[in-house]
Structures are given as structure tokens and as C-alpha cells.
């Protein structure tokens, strides 16, 4: 650990990344600033053990950072931590700077300045990561060594800002550790990235599945983008009328009879894999209502486009 005395004479207590226990350093007074280290870093804040479940927050450098984070926060509202992650060159002077590239790193530093101190007045951890170069190598290690030391915590990424090939390493990252992927322009909402929870092929491993896909997707008034909500009774009758073949060994194909059991089990999973929602009676009511995602919607288009490729006819899907 050592110090660094920049131009403005301020100076910077400098965290090795890789060191033989990993942490996260106190919180830097507002007297200090950024320096390069000749070596990735991380700094701002320590990440403690809390009582309730930690959400870390990784998101990628940018100059307009600071408008996209809010918009972040209103849609993650459970963010314990926020860990930024930015490329070495930003906190580095160089004399063959131009002024327009001197005027981007400014721009990037007082974005990740001002993200820290929205996440201060919201009582959330900040921290910052430099890399050495926006490669998978130097984006992956300390990802994972995060992740290491809190393999329970629940993991969101923002690529909204930041250069295209840490963008897309964070990406990358988030689907290594079951980790949700977001973006947000400007003050708009922030959208999360649909990538599908598990392979579309395994989608048909139970034709039922399709069914309650098909029933909820079917359900939506078309041409307006509010969600029907269906009742659990009307779905599970209207799942049961379907005739799903079975093959026995005796008797060739008969039809499956669809057991409450059974169609909570696949609700469940379905929930689980993001594919549908499932909520509360907002009248008060006692019965759970659900309606189809985005990823819903997306995972049975896909289906569908396959099967009338390979000339499936009556399978359970779009028509």
C-alpha cells in the first residue's frame, strides 16, 4: 500500500487488486482524488457483512454514468453495493492528450464521482475498479474475485455506459454468475436484457410448458402493451383442456391428464426461469394472477420459428 501525490498535490492511497485476501478498502476522504497506479485497483468503499442479502451493482465507466444510475436504482431498489469498473487509461495524464481526450477522461471521472455520491446519499457501498485494457482476461479476474468473496450475494450488471468491449465483458460476465444484465439511456427506465435462462431447446421437455407460454402470451389485448393478468384457476383449467399425447407401452399414444401438483411444479419453474410473472390479486383477493414476460414472450416466438422451420405441425406454440 503506498501513495500517490497527483498535480493538484491531493493525494491517493493505492489498493493492489491482487493481494493475498481480498477487500475493499475504507471510504476516500473528498480530499482525495484518482491517480494511475501502474496496476488495476480497487478503492471508495469497504464491502461489509449485512444483515439482508447483499445486491452487488457492477457497472461499466462512461460520461453519462451519473443520468443512467438513478434511473438504475428505481428499478434495483434492493442494491447493497455498487462496484464501477473502468479502464486504467481514464485515470492516466498522458502529454499526448488532446484536449478533446483530456475533456473525455474529465467527463468519465466526474460521472463516476457523482455516482458515488448519489450511492452515499442512499446509504450503498461504492467502489472502483481500473483495468489494465477492456480485454475478457483483465474484465473476468476481478469479477470472479468478487464474486469469490460473496458467493451468496445477488449480482446486477449496467452496460449503459463505458466502451463497447467492457460493455460486453460484463455481459459476458453476468451470465458466468447468474447475474442480470441492464441498460439505461439518459433518464429513460432501465430495461434488463433478456438472455434466456435456459436453452430454448430444453423449452419442450414438457409440452405443458408451451401451453401455459401459448395461454398467457394469447391472453394480452393486442396492439396495447398493459399485461392481462390471469387467474391461477382459469390457467389451470384452461392448461388441463389442452390434449397433450402421451405414449404408453401398452397401449400406444394416450392423453395426459394434467394434475394440480404437477402444473404448480411447472408454474414454479416457469417463474424461476423469468418466462412468466406471477403476482398478488391487487383487489385483495386470495388467488395468484399471472401474465407472460418479455423473455416469455421471446422464448416462444423462438419455439415457434424453429418448428415451422422443421415442418412441426399441431405443435403446442404460436399458430
Known sequence: MRSIERRSGKRIVVYPRRAKTASFPGRVSPEQGYVDTGQPFIARQQILPMDRQEHILIISAGDSIHTAYPALLEVLRTVTHTIIFAEKEVYTNSTRDDARKRMWKCAIRNAVDKVNAISLSRT??????????????????????????????????????????????????????????????????????????????????????????????????????????????????????????????????????????????LVSALVGWNLIREESDPAGGQEKLYSITPDGELALIVYSVRMKKRGVAGAPGLT
Open 124 to 265: 450503498i457501498s461504492c467502489a472502483l475498479v481500473t483495468i489494465d485494457a477492456a480485454t475478457f482476461d483483465a474484465i473476468r479476474d476481478p469479477v470472479l474475485g468478487i464474486f469469490s468473496d460473496h458467493p451468496d450475494a445477488r449480482y446486477s450488471f449496467d452496460i449503459s455506459a463505458g466502451p463497447k468491449r467492457l460493455s460486453l465483458g460484463l455481459l459476458s460476465m453476468s451470465l458466468w454468475v447468474e447475474g442480470d444484465c441492464y441498460y439505461a439511456f439518459g433518464t429513460s427506465p432501465a430495461r434488463r436484457v433478456p438472455v434466456p435462462t435456459l436453452p430454448i431447446k430444453y423449452l419442450p421437455a414438457n409440452p405443458h410448458n408451451l401451453v401455459i407460454l401459448t395461454i398467457l402470451f394469447r391472453g394480452k389485448e393486442s396492439g396495447k402493451k398493459t399485461r392481462t393478468l390471469v387467474p391461477e384457476t382459469t390457467l389451470f383449467n384452461e392448461t388441463k383442456a389442452w390434449q397433450i399425447p402421451v405414449r404408453t407401452a401398452d397401449e400406444g399414444p394416450a392423453v395426459h391428464e394434467l394434475l394440480p401438483e404437477e402444473f404448480a411444479r
